[in-house]
């Protein structure tokens, strides 16, 4: 499948690359191709991520936990792989106080990991 994908893109710019879903069984991948200027060569990086088997349910999880406005932020940067640096930057706070949000957010959830709040994320 991802072969013709190759041979037949998408109608989109050569600059914007493309994006589309497969699903091989059960599961879901996605499939993007990234333009690349090499030398002024045309190539093509090709990605290939598999996709989570069911929407996260960050608002159902939220409002089951009763998460404030902040805690909620901070779980959604968390999902999206930012470390506690980044997290804090985006958010306009200190490193400590997101190790604090991150803290009541697993005492809510009663888990002991960042990945436990993932997985939580996942599993509900």
């Given at each position: 499948m991802i072969g013709t994908l190759l041979v037949a893109p998408p109608n989109v710019s050569r600059r914007a690359?493309?994006?589309?879903?497969?699903?091989?069984?059960?599961?879901?991948y996605r499939c993007r191709a990234i333009p690349l200027a090499v030398q002024e060569?045309?190539?093509t990086a090709i990605l290939i991520e598999r996709?989570?088997?069911?929407?996260?349910a960050l608002d159902d999880l939220c409002d089951e936990h009763h998460l404030t406005r902040r805690e909620q932020e901070t779980v959604m940067?968390?999902?999206?792989?930012?470390t506690n640096r980044q997290i804090a930057?985006?958010?306009?706070v200190s490193v400590n106080t997101v190790k604090a949000f991150i803290?009541?957010?697993?005492?809510?959830?009663?888990?002991?990991?960042r990945a436990g709040i993932l997985g939580r994320l996942v599993e509900d």
């Open positions: 690359g493309w994006s589309t879903e497969l699903v091989s069984g059960t599961r879901r060569e045309g190539y996709a989570p088997s069911k929407p996260l940067l968390l999902a999206r792989g930012l930057a985006r958010m306009g803290r009541l957010v697993m005492l809510k959830l009663g888990v002991t990991t």
